[in-house]
């Protein structure tokens, strides 16, 4: 059976780095920390694999699992020095989630394990220390009530029932703070919640140390499919059947006194990514109390410390004395942090998240994982860590999320706009957003699905509000620094946040905020910004961002190594050169009937489809042709020296004409027709299923006149700019074809068109015309297709929904359905569905290249912009992917991603040949020292009993180099085969050994010569 449960600290390691998967990143982590000395209080991991098991034997534990996590427990207490349930010495457990990727928050933990009536007098006595005692047993009840016993709030508006309790009775004590209960009040708040569990679930709390702890080894199982676990799982794609870890570890207590103290701290800062250790913590409390918001806490550094106070309007003579840095503070146990976190970064080389507890002046490390940043901080940690030496340009590449970003691209805050400041929090996670205020997970979710945005607003979030901050535009708490749950989220997930706004006065029930004299209610708008903390009445005017040197460095870099292409969607003058300012290398999809929407020209294209005649319609087109040619001046222009891709006219007609009555009679004026002609031509346009219907270049075939009109539109613009300078490189895409003679049909008239034009204005332009490949039987017959095509673009929409059958417009109703069922990994509307319309793409990729050598191939759908399907791209050969102009970063660096990841397949091999002769290279190596190591044994031995022993010397070194020989031909043939220098380098190395011949040599240096050369051999063999 493999084994189940790993035993982590002080000489009792069973982990390391490489068992990830298995312990969880939490588990892997705290067992590096303890090889690196780092002091780690002792404890055990149970392996994902038992929480996969736990859930296909029906959520049993199972059998033969307690007997492993007896002999664990048992190694714990021999090194921690004290024994789990014993009244006289008791050891208490932490027992925590532990899952293969970060998940802040969205699983359970459950501390002080193991006190009971007995035990509590146990710690009592150990630490002299009656309040610490009965404030630990608080602690574990209302944690393990509602953990392990389900005891929560009863509605989405209820507070927490173990809150409401203690609020009672701070209130009739006359106190406020959680510090100002005196041990008695702690006694009578123990009494009170074992009372309201036995009340409310019919059941008395366990007070059996064994039992304790697989309640809560189970709760955690349980909690990996919590809802919040799932939902944080599904919206980074994180798999479902990974299962979780389970950490049981020794308590240690930062809420043992003064010269105790709980905290976390980021290695760098994650908000803005500066190269300053960031922390928080808190005197005498737990670590909960900062990661839950409970109560606002202090700063870990003076830098950091001066910079809140001066944010807070705090004096440094009221800061110094009231809210002392831990630098300050306890500078011994701050010097030590200091050590760990320098060391952690150095040996992770990526910034980390710890978590610490110091009891009494000591310091004791809980966790260190990867931190949760924004996009900004991504980036400038990147940049800053290459500076530094720590990693190199393809590492920092990789480590950023492409979609992140898009938090990069969203506007600010107009500096010039009227701000009405009401109040002032910590800018717990940048941006600028606006909305209605909700109080409430289930209200934002609801309120957003009918299009409103809305601000979540809490006294403090717990994970179960994931679904609710995912709804919102920004968060604002009550409660919390800037290493709570609120803020660690929301910046995992780009979202603006201000937390710890004391001055805020929240009631769920009346569902209002009051602040210095302004009441809000539910649905006002209100305004944050997460970069200053300020709360704004009302919505502000916004202006977009502004990229950073950084940013610009990054992209630089992205296009060192990338090798597609990155375009944009483009239909206005602005888009292009929004998209080029963002880096786009030319227009993948100009979408001509974008621009038949603005103003009177919508008429102009009523009239020329109402037109019974081919002179009405060549009327029409008439008034049409200077506004083509005018948007495609200006966007050609802004593309200079690159190719701009220009669809003709792809929809159905009856999407232009009008449908209203009042719209019916303006056009039957317009055109002096009567109004049953309008409605009756209306009519006859109408199609069951007009996708499928009479669009693309099936409207150029009937009416021939729409493309030529379009195609003169185009190179007369082209023409004017090339006579002005201007290198212009129109692209004509004729959009849903399905055959050969469909392109070739409406190439003809193109063609014709371009000639005619460019002979009119005496200039010549480079153009060329191809196809979008959006029909299934398109790509079957790409090789035809390509006869007559300079170019295929991948309109991957439309693959994609007649490949599956799906309408684009409908899946949503089915698609959720069929994700949550695993019938389909993603939708393949976002994602690129590999195994199906990839494999289209890839056959007419690889059947028109072998018609036509040099044909450019791109996309053009929305997956151009998606990572996963940018990857697809470079895999499949493709030359470039087009996507929406704030979508350019992204496709840049997922690009960068795709080629970084992706070795060329010639490369790969040559890659993998090296790794085996370099193998077989290190390996010789090995046999010579261990030749070398035998040998030297053999002649200590010879010394020590000459006579004895010259024969047993004499066989052994023959006998390693009869083994030894072999391995060295073998190494010498793949050396000689393969002409790498890394190898040749091995072979050299392999070859060390022989110069220490004189060390062989006095095995038995007056010995006659036939041992002499037995000796001889193994050394020249080495």
């Not at 990830?20 to 588990?27: A, R, S």
């Not at 603006?496 to 708008?525: F, H, M, P, T, W």
């Not at 870099?557 to 888009?575: M, S």
Request: proline share 4%; net charge positive; glycine share 8%.
């Amino acid at each position: 059976m493999a084994k189940r449960v790993y035993t982590f600290g002080k000489g009792i390691n069973e982990g390391d780095a490489s068992m990830k998967n298995l312990l969880g990143g939490k588990g892997a982590n705290l067992a590096v920390m303890s090889k690196l000395g780092i002091p780690v209080p002792a404890g055990f991991t149970i392996t994902t694999d038992v929480c996969v098991e736990f859930y296909k034997q029906n959520k049993q534990i199972p059998a033969g699992l307690d007997k492993e996590i007896a002999a664990a427990l048992k190694k714990v207490e021999n090194v921690m020095g004290a024994k789990f349930g014993d009244a006289a010495n008791p050891l208490l457990l932490s027992v925590r989630s532990g899952a293969r990727v970060s998940m802040p928050g969205m699983m359970d933990t459950v501390l002080n394990l193991g006190l009971n009536d007995e035990t509590v007098l146990g710690i009592i006595r150990k630490s002299g220390n009656e309040r610490f005692g009965w404030d630990s047993y608080r602690r574990f009840v209302q944690m393990y009530g509602d953990v392990v016993m389900g005891l929560k709030p009863e509605d989405k508006d209820a507070h927490d029932p173990f809150e409401d309790v203690m609020d009672a009775l701070k209130a009739e004590r006359g106190v406020k703070a959680d510090l100002d209960l005196t041990v008695s009040d702690l006694k009578e708040l123990v009494a009170r919640y074992k009372k309201m569990i036995l009340d409310k679930l019919g059941r008395e709390f366990p007070t059996n140390p064994q039992e304790q702890l697989w309640g809560a080894i189970g709760a955690v199982f349980l909690s990996w499919n919590t809802p919040r676990a799932v939902l944080y799982r599904k919206m980074n794609g994180f798999d479902d059947n990974w299962g979780t870890a389970v950490n049981v570890q020794a308590m240690v207590f930062g809420n043992m006194g003064e010269r105790c103290a709980t905290g976390v701290a980021f290695t760098r800062d994650p908000a803005t990514g500066e190269n300053l250790f960031y922390g928080e913590y808190l005197i005498n409390a737990q670590g909960e109390d900062v990661v839950a918001g409970i109560r606002t806490p202090q700063q870990v550094t003076l830098e950091g410390s001066r910079r809140w106070a001066k944010d807070n309007n705090v004096s440094e003579e009221n800061r110094a004395a009231k809210y002392p840095s831990l630098e300050e503070y306890m500078p011994g146990a701050y010097g030590d942090l200091v050590g760990v976190y320098t060391r952690l970064e150095q040996h992770y080389k990526e910034m980390q998240d710890i978590e610490f507890t110091i009891q009494d002046d000591h310091l004791w490390m809980l966790q260190t994982r990867t931190g949760k940043r924004t996009a900004a901080a991504a980036v400038k940690i990147a940049v800053d860590m290459v500076g530094e030496k720590l990693i190199d340009k393809k590492t920092a590449l990789v480590r950023i999320d492409p979609a992140s970003l898009d938090q990069l691209l969203h506007p600010t805050f107009d500096p010039q706009a009227v701000r009405n400041v009401i109040t002032k929090g910590l800018p717990a996670s940048p941006g600028a957003s606006t909305g209605r205020v909700v109080f409430n997970a289930d209200d934002a979710e609801a309120w957003k699905s009918r299009g409103e945005k809305v601000i979540l607003v809490r006294i403090e979030t717990s994970p179960e509000d994931l679904k609710g901050m995912t709804a919102a535009q920004g968060i604002l708490t009550q409660r919390g620094g800037m290493t709570s749950h609120a803020a660690v989220v929301a910046r995992g997930m780009g979202k603006c946040c201000v937390s710890g706004c004391g001055d805020l006065e929240i009631s769920y029930a009346r569902k209002e905020i009051r602040v210095n004299g302004n009441v809000i209610a539910e649905g006002e708008y209100i305004s944050l910004d997460g970069s200053s903390g300020e709360v704004m009445l009302g919505e502000v005017k916004t202006i977009p961002a502004e990229l950073s040197g950084d940013f610009g460095t990054i992209m630089q870099w992205a296009d060192e190594f990338k090798r597609l292409g990155i375009r944009t969607n483009a239909d206005t003058p602005a888009d292009a050169a929004t998209a080029r300012n963002f880096g786009a290398q030319g227009i993948g999809l100009c979408r001509t009937e974008h621009m038949f929407f603005e103003g009177d020209r919508i008429k102009a294209v009523r009239e020329m489809i109402l037109a019974d005649t081919l002179d009405g319609r060549k009327k029409a087109l008439a008034k049409l042709l200077p506004m083509q040619r005018e948007d495609f001046y200006g966007i050609l222009k802004a593309m200079e020296g690159y190719g701009v891709t220009i669809r003709l006219l792809d929809p159905p007609l009856h999407e232009f004409v009008p449908h209203e009555e009042d719209s019916q009679w303006e056009m039957a004026r317009e055109m002096g027709i009567s109004i049953d002609a309008v409605k009756a031509k209306v009519a006859s346009l109408h199609e069951f299923n007009p996708m499928l219907g009479h669009r693309g270049c099936r409207l150029g075939i009937t009416f021939p006149e729409i493309t030529e009109m379009q195609a003169r539109a185009i190179f007369e613009a082209a023409c004017q700019l090339v006579r002005e300078g201007v290198d212009a490189r129109p692209e004509v895409m004729v959009p849903l074809v399905g055959t050969v003679k469909e392109l070739a049909s409406q190439k003809n008239i193109i063609v014709a068109t371009a000639e005619k034009v460019m002979a009119e204005m005496d200039v010549k332009v480079d153009y060329s015309v191809g196809t979008m490949i959006e029909v299934p039987r398109a790509a079957v017959t790409a090789d035809e297709i390509a006869k007559e095509a300079a170019f295929f673009s991948f309109g991957t929409n439309d693959l994609t929904q007649m490949t599956f059958g799906y309408s684009r417009d409908d899946a949503g109703k089915f698609l959720p359905d069929y994700i949550a069922k695993k019938i389909l990994p993603v939708d393949p509307f976002r994602v690129l569905d590999r195994d199906g319309v990839g494999k289209l793409v890839a056959m007419a990729v690889e059947k028109g290249r072998k018609i036509n050598s040099k044909l450019k191939v791109g996309i053009c759908g929305e997956h151009g912009g998606e990572p996963s399907s940018i990857e697809f791209c470079h895999l499949t050969g493709l030359d470039y992917v087009s996507c929406s102009p704030f979508r350019v970063p992204i496709a840049r660096l997922s690009a960068a991603q795709a080629a970084i990841t992706n070795a060329s397949p010639v490369k790969k091999a040559a890659a993998e040949k090296t790794g085996k002769v370099m193998a077989k290279a290190k390996a010789l190596v090995g046999k010579a020292k261990a030749v070398k190591k035998a040998v030297s044994a053999a002649v200590k031995t010879a010394k020590a009993k000459p006579a004895a022993k010259k024969t047993v010397v004499k066989k052994a070194a023959k006998k390693i180099v009869k083994k030894a020989a072999p391995k060295k031909t073998a190494v010498k043939k793949i050396v000689k085969k393969t002409a790498v220098k890394k190898a040749a380098a091995k072979k050299a190395l392999a070859k060390k050994p022989a110069a220490k011949k004189p060390a062989a040599k006095k095995v038995a240096p007056k010995k006659p010569a036939a041992k002499k050369s037995a000796v001889k051999k193994t050394a020249k063999k080495k």
